[in-house]
């Protein structure tokens, strides 16, 4: 009887084996298997992102991360590029690379994948020991699916990976998981932020495991003014107590424990040579007093060095020393802050090492979590009435300003007591100011002649700052693109600069303006606001998501004056407008004296965080701005 079932059941074995044989494995990450509501307003779907971080010790781990995403349109194809950086004390391994399509079948697996190695050091770089593991598959056809899974060894520790649900706006997410394991007592600080469910900690003899998941999160689309992704993405950061990098140990549990590290890791590489010392003690012989002496050497650096990445090691945290700076005439952040701490080291001024997340949009650091938040480093210089901060790594910026890379943000400040976080320069509504001037001389034919002076204060002088390095076609190019006219003529321009604390650049636009009145009739119109009209109205929703982020204030004045044209009469001005709400203010009036016209204009927005609730308030604002704007005087002709 056995031999007769075997006997049966084989033609039915074969054929399963052979029929597996012919259509290859089972499909993996079908895009019809993707829930519907994950699809909504999304480029792509990451199917899987699995990361488990075993920490044997404190200065070695590994992290096993299993990650896929389903490619939906060609806004999302970015997302099918892999890259991984590593250096001294990180390798990445067993990289594995997949595709399949829409139906989840295999287009290529991890054998006929090319893995690519490139040095990571930039164009600014020097010396680093910076390299990334890279892979473009190279394919179109959405949808598709890209599964990579890779390994990461570390042999030193300070900073430990963050685990953000999204990675970016319009990316839904299926599973997401974030897995750490640790031996027995070892100290694992965390931090959770926008999770709904908490840490699961599961405790054996042998290991410690911490648990996270996220499962089916919808896509959030990018809005206008909305907080970065990071503010609204559940997270986890993750941080030693103890750590060890580069047979260099500290801890973490307090920034001032962390800001000893740091302190200790430049501690006597402030040393300049005597002949050094000397000149600069010359340079500085004719200072009136503390500010005039420590902008003397400012400029002094400016001149002297140039700014070229160094990582080596430890390069990431430690600067190399005074004297080499001072020899080579280059050096990284770190080096050019420590090296202008030495020169005022010389001449008896005080001054911290001071370590800061850098960018435009960085993210807030958690001042609740003390750990490696940090990409850049200042000086900051504390006087008796005031504090001035030193970016020392750009020769042409201002003595004193920051700008826009790190204002207004949390910093930690070291010193041979330790590390505290202190806010650097938040610049004012009165100091971020636009201020423009100019005349209209219009003709009866509709065409017009203007000159216009237009003062850029504060985190605005960032907005025409490029134009003072560039060569004259560049710079004419970039002017043509700041005028948003649909027809002028450039005339002629000139800038003037100054460098103060709070520095501000001047331009000065001749224009010419082609039918800038229109003719109807016997009528002209014109819109006096020439160059200021706002056009930053967002679209409304019912489904916003995100707060409303103004990350900086602001205003602008504009006073115009319009030269009318012999036999023009004013037919009709545009209504004196006056509002505010908490938001800013907006006010224009245009009044009339003879042939001239005068149009002055008052745009001011207030920095911010408001809740979604205030949005539709938001664009009502922005609204009646956009609508006072587009105002039009109607001149008559006696003619």
């Given at each position: 009887?056995?031999?007769?079932?075997?006997?049966?059941?084989?033609?039915?074995?074969?054929?399963?084996?052979?029929?597996?044989?012919?259509?290859?494995?089972?499909?993996?990450?079908?895009?019809?298997?993707?829930?519907?509501?994950?699809?909504?307003?999304?480029?792509?779907?990451?199917?899987?992102?699995?990361?488990?971080?075993?920490?044997?010790?404190?200065?070695?781990?590994?992290?096993?991360?299993?990650?896929?995403?389903?490619?939906?349109?060609?806004?999302?194809?970015?997302?099918?590029?892999?890259?991984?950086?590593?250096?001294?004390?990180?390798?990445?391994?067993?990289?594995?690379?997949?595709?399949?399509?829409?139906?989840?079948?295999?287009?290529?697996?991890?054998?006929?994948?090319?893995?690519?190695?490139?040095?990571?050091?930039?164009?600014?770089?020097?010396?680093?020991?910076?390299?990334?593991?890279?892979?473009?598959?190279?394919?179109?056809?959405?949808?598709?699916?890209?599964?990579?899974?890779?390994?990461?060894?570390?042999?030193?520790?300070?900073?430990?990976?963050?685990?953000?649900?999204?990675?970016?706006?319009?990316?839904?997410?299926?599973?997401?998981?974030?897995?750490?394991?640790?031996?027995?007592?070892?100290?694992?600080?965390y931090k959770e932020f926008n999770m709904k469910d908490s840490c699961r900690i599961v405790k054996s003899d042998n290991k410690t495991e911490y648990n996270w998941e996220a499962n089916d999160f919808p896509a959030i689309r990018e809005e206008p003014?909305?907080?970065?992704?990071?503010?609204?993405?559940?997270?986890?950061?993750?941080?030693?107590?103890?750590?060890?990098?580069?047979?260099?140990?500290?801890?973490?549990?307090?920034?001032?424990?962390?800001?000893?590290?740091?302190?200790?890791?430049?501690?006597?590489?402030?040393?300049?040579?005597?002949?050094?010392?000397?000149?600069?003690?010359?340079?500085?012989?004719?200072?009136?007093?503390?500010?005039?002496?420590?902008?003397?050497?400012?400029?002094?650096?400016?001149?002297?060095?140039?700014?070229?990445?160094?990582?080596?090691?430890?390069?990431?945290?430690?600067?190399?020393?005074?004297?080499?700076?001072?020899?080579?005439?280059?050096g990284d952040c770190k080096a050019l802050s420590n090296y202008m701490k030495s020169l005022l080291d010389i001449v008896g001024i005080k001054s911290l090492f001071t370590i800061v997340m850098a960018g435009d949009d960085a993210p807030a650091i958690f001042d609740d979590f003390p750990s490696a938040q940090f990409?850049?480093?200042?000086?900051?210089?504390?006087?008796?009435?005031?504090?001035?901060?030193?970016?020392?790594?750009?020769?042409?910026?201002?003595?004193?300003?920051?700008?826009?890379?790190?204002?207004?943000?949390?910093?930690?400040?070291?010193?041979?007591?330790?590390?505290?976080?202190?806010?650097?320069?938040?610049?004012?509504?009165?100091?971020?100011?636009?201020?423009?001037?100019?005349?209209?001389?219009?003709?009866?034919?509709?065409?017009?002649?203007?000159?216009?002076?237009?003062?850029?204060?504060?985190?605005?002088?960032?907005?025409?700052?490029?134009?003072?390095?560039?060569?004259?076609?560049?710079?004419?190019?970039?002017?043509?693109?700041?005028?948003?006219?649909?027809?002028?003529?450039?005339?002629?321009?000139?800038?003037?600069?100054?460098?103060?604390?709070?520095?501000?650049?001047?331009?000065?636009?001749?224009?010419?303006?082609?039918?800038?009145?229109?003719?109807?009739?016997?009528?002209?119109?014109?819109?006096?606001?020439?160059?200021?009209?706002?056009?930053?109205?967002?679209?409304?929703?019912?489904?916003?998501?995100?707060?409303?982020?103004?990350?900086?204030?602001?205003?602008?004045?504009?006073?115009?004056?319009?030269?009318?044209?012999?036999?023009?009469?004013?037919?009709?001005?545009?209504?004196?407008?006056?509002?505010?709400?908490?938001?800013?203010?907006?006010?224009?009036?245009?009044?009339?004296?003879?042939?001239?016209?005068?149009?002055?204009?008052?745009?001011?927005?207030?920095?911010?965080?408001?809740?979604?609730?205030?949005?539709?308030?938001?664009?009502?604002?922005?609204?009646?701005?956009?609508?006072?704007?587009?105002?039009?005087?109607?001149?008559?002709?006696?003619?």
């Amino acid at each position: 009887m056995l031999q007769k079932l075997k006997a049966a059941l084989f033609p039915i074995i074969l054929f399963s084996l052979a029929s597996k044989g012919l259509c290859g494995a089972e499909p993996k990450y079908k895009v019809s298997d993707i829930p519907k509501d994950l699809l909504k307003d999304a480029k792509a779907v990451v199917r899987k992102n699995e990361v488990e971080f075993k920490i044997s010790d404190i200065d070695k781990a590994v992290e096993n991360v299993t990650y896929a995403i389903t490619i939906l349109n060609e806004n999302g194809i970015d997302k099918s590029v892999f890259y991984q950086f590593y250096d001294k004390f990180s390798s990445v391994r067993k990289i594995s690379v997949n595709l399949y399509d829409q139906n989840g079948e295999v287009i290529r697996n991890g054998a006929n994948v090319n893995v690519k190695d490139y040095s990571a050091i930039a164009g600014y770089s020097l010396y680093e020991d910076s390299r990334v593991k890279f892979v473009d598959p190279k394919y179109r056809t959405t949808p598709f699916t890209v599964e990579v899974s890779y390994e990461i060894a570390y042999d030193g520790l300070f900073g430990y990976p963050k685990w953000h649900v999204y990675e970016d706006y319009n990316v839904g997410v299926e599973k997401s998981k974030l897995t750490v394991i640790t031996a027995p007592g070892f100290s694992l600080r965390y931090k959770e932020f926008n999770m709904k469910d908490s840490c699961r900690i599961v405790k054996s003899d042998n290991k410690t495991e911490y648990n996270w998941e996220a499962n089916d999160f919808p896509a959030i689309r990018e809005e206008p003014f909305s907080l970065p992704i990071s503010k609204l993405s559940p997270s986890v950061y993750l941080a030693p107590s103890d750590f060890e990098i580069g047979g260099s140990q500290g801890n973490c549990e307090s920034w001032d424990n962390l800001g000893k590290w740091i302190y200790k890791l430049q501690k006597d590489r402030n040393i300049l040579e005597p002949e050094t010392r000397e000149k600069i003690l010359s340079i500085v012989s004719g200072a009136k007093n503390d500010i005039d002496k420590i902008r003397i050497l400012y400029n002094y650096l400016q001149t002297k060095v140039r700014y070229v990445n160094i990582t080596i090691g430890l390069g990431g945290w430690q600067t190399i020393n005074a004297e080499t700076v001072d020899r080579l005439s280059y050096g990284d952040c770190k080096a050019l802050s420590n090296y202008m701490k030495s020169l005022l080291d010389i001449v008896g001024i005080k001054s911290l090492f001071t370590i800061v997340m850098a960018g435009d949009d960085a993210p807030a650091i958690f001042d609740d979590f003390p750990s490696a938040q940090f990409n850049h480093a200042i000086l900051c210089v504390p006087l008796t009435n005031d504090t001035i901060w030193l970016e020392c790594t750009n020769q042409r910026i201002p003595f004193g300003y920051l700008g826009a890379f790190t204002d207004d943000r949390k910093v930690l400040v070291t010193g041979e007591n330790g590390g505290s976080l202190v806010r650097t320069k938040q610049y004012s509504q009165d100091e971020n100011v636009q201020i423009r001037n100019g005349s209209v001389k219009l003709n009866p034919d509709g065409n017009g002649e203007s000159g216009l002076k237009t003062s850029f204060k504060g985190i605005l002088y960032e907005n025409i700052f490029p134009i003072l390095a560039m060569d004259e076609n560049d710079r004419k190019l970039f002017i043509q693109k700041q005028i948003s006219l649909p027809i002028f003529n450039l005339l002629s321009y000139s800038f003037s600069e100054d460098r103060s604390i709070v520095p501000c650049i001047t331009e000065n636009l001749k224009i010419s303006l082609p039918n800038y009145g229109a003719i109807v009739g016997k009528r002209m119109y014109f819109n006096p606001n020439i160059l200021s009209r706002f056009a930053k109205v967002p679209y409304r929703t019912q489904e916003r998501k995100s707060e409303i982020y103004l990350r900086r204030s602001y205003q602008e004045l504009d006073t115009i004056e319009y030269i009318i044209p012999l036999n023009y009469l004013v037919d009709k001005l545009p209504d004196k407008k006056n509002f505010k709400s908490k938001f800013g203010e907006y006010s224009s009036e245009v009044t009339s004296n003879g042939d001239k016209i005068k149009y002055v204009r008052l745009l001011k927005f207030t920095k911010g965080q408001y809740p979604v609730s205030d949005y539709n308030s938001f664009v009502d604002f922005c609204e009646q701005i956009s609508v006072a704007d587009q105002g039009k005087v109607i001149l008559n002709s006696s003619k």
